[in-house]
């Protein structure tokens, strides 16, 4: 290994600069553009861009010399991809004097006496088609139309916008002053590591450098390491391109749709992770490489890193690979996200589990759930096995059982490996049914809001004559005695305790402060209600107040309309304890239809 200090125009003397087809793709955003253009404005000659490391690749005789490009991919791209917008903005005049040293550090020819040029970066396929339209604009190829180039355009598109609108509305000296800074041969703004072929692990060096810029995910590091060992057993770059092709850009890369769904986020936890880093996380604790008791996520990539170098046979690194492939197309066919728009019914069971987990953030048993949708080749199996699972994390929610919530990591490796204990489990739970009755009765906001929304759903999918049975998860939760009662509310019906004596005021004060919080004094609607209308007395809360909407107005679903609204529009003026305790003794039948234990 020998790292030097070098200006960019080392690029010149470099043949074909090749970035690995298991590279990362083009990742830098506006914030990275800024900060680099700022650099280079702002500071002296030699202000230091960063590293690149380059590994030397064999070439035949008479073929130009290629350079592999280990780290750095971004900056090489994006410095190249500024010299390029400068060039265009570039007088005419300007341009004859620049093509010559454009051409030497954009393009190589394959002799020097050939007449055809070609793009000297040659990018992994999800990027090189974007990539080579700009380099070759204006020179080899149509100009690019700045006005199509939008927020969903490819990142590299987007660059070269950024580059060319900042950069036409300097001064000529200016962008002259910068394309002469770039590549002035004594500004030092680069340390290039050279690897030969080899020799060098470039891999540690891969992972242990420290570079600027965005950082590695833990998918790619994991993707860098299983390809890496695919080259290193099969001693044929071409067969492992073509099993990268088949497996992993096929199934992650194939197209921008396919990197922008991989690369969404989803709250797990406390957590935000993307898709793939969830996947693989699900594949660790299916294989059983990754605990979750014992490790972190932080230790997610050497763990599969330590996997994958314990795999020296081509049939292995081939099987895990598709193994990894196949569980990320039923991943992607299956494990559902949600958002505003994403209509529900309540005979989906399985989408109705993933709500659910959503809702509740728990991810916990998502590797369950995916090696089931794997290995279950019988669809009503599938089913029985996640409603048990439904059952068992409902059951455990309302009950506030946090022994066996705390357990979840572990209990989600015992059902992995005999799905048996899941039914086990689910048979246990009969012990807490008083707990889960007694979790209606006190219950929060979120936990409410969920289950209403479920028996709505599930109200709907029983009735025919119910034409919509699908919803959107957009509801708002409304306490129908406010928790807020004092001012308005003042009215508390005489109560008596279990033994038949009276209550004191004070008691009943208490009491009725427990049961706003039961379920039977919640509901769902439309839309909230305006802030001072929600401690307003029954009749105007329901009816509404001056401009001020009620409930009435907000009250489209069966959990509003039938429970609430039709009694008080037949003349039942009165919401009290004692309807709490009659609503929820109903919702409690309904929640006990769904998801009782027998």
């Not at 090189?128 to 355009?153: C, F, L, M, Q």
């Not at 891999?203 to 590091?221: K, P």
């Not at 004070?506 to 769902?524: F, Q, S, Y």
Request: aromatic content about 10%; charged content about 30%; overall charge negative.
């Amino acid at each position: 290994m020998e790292a030097h200090e070098k200006e960019l125009m080392f690029l010149g003397n470099e043949g074909k600069v090749i970035i690995p087809f298991f590279q990362r793709t083009y990742v830098w955003d506006e914030e990275n553009w800024e900060n680099l253009l700022e650099g280079l404005f702002q500071k002296p000659v030699g202000h230091f861009l960063g590293s690149i490391i380059l590994k030397q690749l064999n070439s035949a005789s008479g073929e130009p010399k290629k350079l592999e490009v280990v780290d750095g991919q971004q900056r090489l791209t994006t410095l190249s991809i500024l010299i390029k917008a400068l060039y265009d903005t570039f007088s005419e005049q300007l341009q004859n004097n620049t093509i010559n040293v454009v051409r030497q550090i954009l393009f190589s020819k394959i002799t020097p006496t050939s007449g055809e040029y070609y793009v000297k970066i040659e990018h992994s396929q999800i990027d090189r088609e974007a990539y080579e339209r700009v380099i070759k604009a204006n020179i080899d190829g149509p100009p690019i139309d700045i006005e199509t180039i939008d927020k969903n355009s490819h990142k590299i598109f987007r660059c070269y916008k950024y580059f060319y609108e900042l950069l036409k509305d300097k001064k000529d000296e200016e962008r002259k002053t910068l394309f002469d800074k770039l590549l002035e041969t004594r500004n030092k703004m680069l340390v290039v590591i050279d690897l030969k072929e080899d020799i060098d692990d470039e891999q540690t060096i891969f992972d242990t450098l420290n570079t600027a810029g965005v950082r590695l995910t833990t998918a790619e590091i994991i993707k860098n390491a299983l390809y890496q060992q695919v080259i290193k057993v099969f001693g044929d770059p071409k067969a492992a391109l073509d099993l990268y092709k088949d497996t992993w850009e096929k199934t992650f890369l194939t197209d921008e749709d396919t990197v922008r769904y991989w690369e969404t986020e989803r709250l797990t936890g406390r957590l935000k992770r993307d898709n793939v880093e969830i996947l693989l996380h699900c594949i660790g604790v299916i294989k059983g490489f990754y605990d979750p008791d014992k490790h972190t996520l932080s230790e997610l990539s050497k763990l599969y890193k330590e996997e994958i170098k314990n795999k020296n046979s081509r049939n292995e690194l081939i099987n895990f690979t598709k193994e990894i492939v196949e569980y990320g197309n039923i991943y992607r066919e299956r494990m559902l996200a949600f958002d505003s728009s994403t209509a529900l019914s309540f005979e989906d069971s399985t989408a109705r589990l993933l709500h659910i987990l959503d809702v509740l953030q728990i991810s916990t048993f998502y590797p369950f759930i995916l090696h089931q949708f794997k290995i279950q080749e019988n669809e009503a199996e599938i089913v029985k096995i996640l409603s048990n699972l439904e059952k068992f994390v409902v059951n455990n929610m309302l009950a506030k059982n946090t022994t066996e919530i705390k357990n979840y990591n572990k209990l989600c490796k015992e059902f992995i490996r005999d799905t048996s204990k899941l039914e086990n489990k689910l048979r246990d739970l009969v012990n807490i049914k008083n707990a889960v009755s007694n979790g209606l009765r006190g219950i929060s906001n979120k936990e409410a809001s969920l289950i209403l929304f479920w028996i709505e759903l599930y109200r709907r999918n029983k009735d025919p004559k119910r034409s919509l049975k699908e919803l959107k998860y957009v509801y708002s939760l409304e306490h129908i005695m406010p928790q807020k009662w004092e001012e308005y509310w003042r009215d508390i019906p005489k109560k008596y305790k279990a033994d038949g004596s009276e209550m004191t005021d004070e008691e009943a004060r208490m009491d009725r402060n427990d049961k706003i919080n039961w379920i039977g004094n919640m509901t769902l609607l439309t839309s909230s209600l305006n802030a001072a209308l929600r401690n307003y007395d029954f009749e105007r809360k329901m009816k509404g107040h001056g401009r001020k909407k009620g409930i009435i107005s907000y009250a489209e679903l069966s959990i509003t309309n039938d429970d609430i609204v039709i009694p008080f529009q037949n003349g039942d003026k009165v919401w009290d304890e004692f309807k709490i305790i009659a609503r929820t003794k109903k919702l409690e039948e309904e929640v006990n239809q769904i998801w009782g234990i027998t």
